[in-house]
């Protein structure tokens, strides 16, 4: 089985300043936030990438939406707005080998699009 920080995270084994949790997800802060908010959205279920996903996972990444928009209210972004981004790949920057989704918010974000 891998064990990726996200792993060692959910299991308990290393802290996290967690903001949410339910059966299926974990909801942490950033270490390194790009915005005033910024959580991971986290499957407690291992998905190394977008490719891992079947048929069946499909509404687990639903709910991943739909986690991240109660987190929006939680933390008070919902109402001005936010970001969802998932990296996926070394182009797309992605750091740690677990499936997440990042939430941004709390100020005006800028362009979508890295030129």
Known sequence: MIQDIFCKIIKGELKADVVWQDENFLV???????????VLIIPKKHFEALHDFEEGDALLLGKAILVAEKVAKQLGVHDKGYRLIINEGVHGGKLVPHLHVHLLGGKPLGPKIVK
């Open 28 to 38: 942490i802060n950033d270490i390194h936030p790009q915005a005033p908010v910024h």
